[in-house]
């Protein structure tokens, strides 16, 4: 039995993929985990409209590759596409927590459906993030306020409005990335966005994001376990 697991990432765009890289790879690492990101179908396709009819098929390229690792899904629930599995019966709910795990749970029922030869249950772990990975910079107000130069009182104010950072919505205009353009020019997803990252850490992210923090558990428990067990 090995002591550690290596994970595929497959990430929306260029931001997810940095923020693997840069910041929860070497986290991941010190727990034995090693997290390979890779962008979904098309490397340098921007974000949004992420169609499950081609997700499904990087899904299942990976799982084949190797049967010794894992595969995870990197995708933000803000500009997700109609087709995906549960996408309906999650928007019917006003609870993030529930359309999370909504979207996690049917995904991966869909996935086991698609791929049953290559022992899915066990190797794929879906992570639909509520509503986008920028959610995460606002774990810490005033980390966040210093790296795009504004006063902490207006990120507070979006916390207060939201309540807590993975509540922050999926409005065109007030999801967490927008919200953060509209607060400073200085924002950008993946340069500002990764630097605010750092800043945080992982910790404190897991701290305040509890959806995000029960994909990080979820990876942590894979050292120690073979993927391609029965």
């Keep these: 039995m090995s002591s550690y697991a290596e994970v595929v990432v497959l990430s929306e765009g260029p931001t997810e993929q940095r923020f693997v890289k840069q910041l929860l790879g070497p986290y991941m690492a010190s727990r034995g985990v090693y997290l390979t990101p890779i962008i979904l179908d098309k490397p340098g396709e921007k974000g949004g409209d992420v169609r499950f009819v081609r997700v499904r098929n990087d899904i299942g390229r990976h799982l084949k590759q190797r049967r010794d690792t894992w595969v995870t899904l990197l995708v933000d629930y803000y500009g997700i596409h109609g087709d995906w599995p549960g996408y309906t019966e999650s928007k019917r709910q006003k609870n993030h927590i529930k359309k999370a795990d909504i979207m996690n749970r049917t995904t991966a029922e869909q996935v086991r459906q698609l791929f049953p030869g290559q022992n899915p249950e066990r190797r794929f772990i879906p992570y639909v993030s509520m509503y986008e990975i920028e959610a995460l910079y606002f774990s810490d107000p005033a980390c966040l306020a210093e790296k795009i130069g504004v006063a902490q009182s207006d990120v507070d104010a979006i916390l207060r409005e939201c309540g807590e950072p993975e509540k922050i919505n999926d409005h065109r205009t007030t999801a ?41 558990a979820t990876l942590e428990l894979l050292a120690g376990h073979e993927a391609s067990e029965a």
């Design 176 to 216: 967490p990335s927008k919200r953060l353009e509209a607060l400073s020019e200085r924002f950008k997803k993946t340069s500002t966005g990764i630097a605010i990252a750092e800043g945080i850490g992982i910790d404190k992210m897991r701290k305040e994001c509890p959806i995000f923090a029960s994909w990080i």
